[in-house]
């Protein structure tokens, strides 16, 4: 075998990674020397990475190990708590699928554009699931989130596991590159997945959350290649993803609707909110923004204020 094999983490468990080669063949690989040391102070190999493996011969035994890691295109990272770097969870996603349900629990919109806002600052495109088009209710509510992010410029699909609405075309969605599906837990995202890719059977509702913290439980993320076509990330850590803060410089371009009237505010570095010639209060009111999206970004630029005050690095 030569020594320079490059392939894609697909798989990580405890320390032990297996990647996908370009050759097609599968390997397990693990770190040591500088990225070891690097994974240990935080900073991990993930999947979606695309490493370079070296392999040594120890006696009968081939042992590969992880060499170099790939400058990532996207990633995705999370925050465990104030003032703690962020650190990757996954690496080099095409796309963010955003769900939500339309009823239990009830859609919150800053919660909606908190995900997104994840997906704008890694230029990540998003595409927006309303679940659950089956509940009472569903449907009103479908209509008027709908509208609301189809003029921000997000694709909008409604779906059910339970009927199959939107089922094939979600499935159509992911058929391409490498997909990750977040949202706040409760949303159907396990529910979802499993009726794209049947025999999956990824555990879903409360039970599977109790039993997946367990303190014995190894922890591992892999890459779910579906059957149709195209790899989801399956990866504990993006429950709480939505959590994390963005620097204030960077929120406006995360809210593209925003940033499209903001160009025409009267000052420079308008906050767009009691300031004179604001086109983004004028937008709201006449009504070409939506009144939450405004919410949501002025609730996430005091976060970002408070963080910075709290010296904390905004962004990675
Ligand atoms: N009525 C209804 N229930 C759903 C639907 N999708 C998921 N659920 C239920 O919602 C709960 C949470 O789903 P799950 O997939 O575990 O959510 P996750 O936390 O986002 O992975 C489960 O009890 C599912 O059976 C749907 O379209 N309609
Ligand atoms: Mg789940
Ligand atoms: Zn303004």
Known sequence: MPDD??????????????????????????????LKREARAGDKVV?????????????????????????RRTRIVRRSGPGRKPKAVA????????????????????????FLVLAEVD????????????????????????????????????TSPVTGEGIPALAEALSTGVSALVGPSGAGKSTLLNAVEPGLELRTGIVSRVAGRGRHTTVSSRMIPLSGGGLVADTPGFGDVGLWGVGEAELERCFPDIARYGEGCRFRGCRHLEEPGCAVKEAVEEGWIAPSRLASFSALREEARADARKGRRPGE
Do not use: C, M
């Not at 468990?13 to 500088?34: K, N, Q």
């Not at 999947?47 to 400058?71: F, L, M």
């Not at 080099?92 to 908190?114: C, F, G, K, T």
């Open 91 to 114: 690496a080099n996603l095409d796309r963010l699928v955003v769900v939500q349900s339309l009823r239990a629990p009830d859609p919150r919109l800053e919660v909606i554009d908190r």
């Open 123 to 158: 230029e990540i495109p998003a595409l927006l699931v309303l679940n659950k088009t089956d509940l009472e209710g569903a449907a009103e509510q479908a209509d008027l989130l709908e509208a609301l992010y189809r003029d921000v410029g997000y694709s909008v699909l409604r």
């Open 47 to 71: 999947i979606g990475d695309r490493v370079r493996i070296g392999s040594e011969h120890q006696g009968d035994e081939i042992v590969r190990t992880i060499e170099e890691v790939a400058p």
């Open 5 to 34: 094999l490059w392939g894609e983490v697909r798989e990580s468990t405890g320390g032990v990674y297996r990647v996908y080669l370009d050759d097609g063949s599968e390997v397990e690989a693990f770190l040591r020397g500088r």
